[in-house]
């Protein structure tokens, strides 16, 4: 059998049919599910995904591609496992190709993993003295306020990697915005960094307390000192 199959076959041996409806209703009925938990998903898929070690960027994309198309919202958090475990063959080349899958069957999970993955890649290549933010410029200010979440959100669990001259200055392009996932990515990448920098969040939210909406103070603040 081919990966694929192999996938499939793993999924559905541990599928939960009386799970799938309540997935499905609390992402809103936009997809459709098998009923395997993500600690089932991970569990069946592991020995599989491992044996791609090496494989390369371009077949690791396709097999993700492949992955996206399948209806079943599994499909697509396999294909982000996949990526994840194997995000040290991937480059900024390939930052255009990940984005353009995030922006297919588009939703927060989705979008909130491939963010993840596009972090990774990004910072691996600031720690080698690369561009930490190729291709988040345009990101930013793409017409997809998704693709705008990922460039808000691919900052995530860098701490002392942070750049935050530039979470700050892409807050403040984001903060006009009335979109609900966008308000909240700025709050969230500003809560995270507040991890590490507690005093500089509070001073940026306190100085842009006008510009900021409630939601994104609120959520930059949430584990800050009253």
């Given amino acids: 059998m081919d990966l ?6 793993a999924l559905e041996a541990v599928a939960d049919p009386s799970r799938a409806a309540p997935m ?27 044996g791609l070690k090496g494989i390369g960027a371009d077949a690791l994309l396709e097999h993700a591609q492949l992955l996206w ?11 982000l496992d996949m990526l994840a475990l194997h995000r040290r063959q991937l480059g900024i080349k390939h930052i255009p190709a990940l984005l353009a899958l995030a922006r297919e069957r588009a939703w927060w999970d989705s979008v909130d993993g491939m ?16 561009d930490g933010h190729a291709h988040m410029d345009d990101a930013l200010r793409h017409a ?5 979440r990922i460039a808000m959100l691919h900052q995530l669990g860098w701490r002392a990697d942070t750049d935050a001259a530039w979470l700050f200055d892409a807050a403040l392009a ?30 940026f939210a306190n100085a842009h307390r006008q510009q900021l909406s409630t939601l994104t103070r609120r959520e930059a603040l949430k ?4």
Avoid: C, N, S
């Avoid at 694929?4 to 076959?9: I, N, R, S, T």
């Fill in 69 to 79: 198309q399948q209806p079943q919202r599994e499909y697509q958090h396999v294909a």
């Fill in 174 to 203: 984001l903060a006009h915005e009335d979109e609900f996932f966008i308000r909240k990515a700025i709050g969230w990448a500003l809560r995270d960094y507040a991890r590490h920098a507690p005093e500089a969040v509070t001073a």
């Fill in 115 to 130: 963010a993840g993955i596009v972090g990774e890649v990004l910072r691996a290549e600031r720690q080698r003295g690369g």
């Fill in 4 to 9: 694929h199959a192999e996938l499939k076959a």
């Fill in 223 to 226: 584990h800050q000192p009253p």
């Fill in 24 to 50: 499905q209703a609390y992402m809103r009925d936009q997809f459709v599910f098998l009923g395997v938990a993500a600690p089932q998903r991970r569990l069946a898929a592991k020995a599989l995904l491992a």
């Fill in 144 to 148: 997809d306020f998704w693709l705008r």
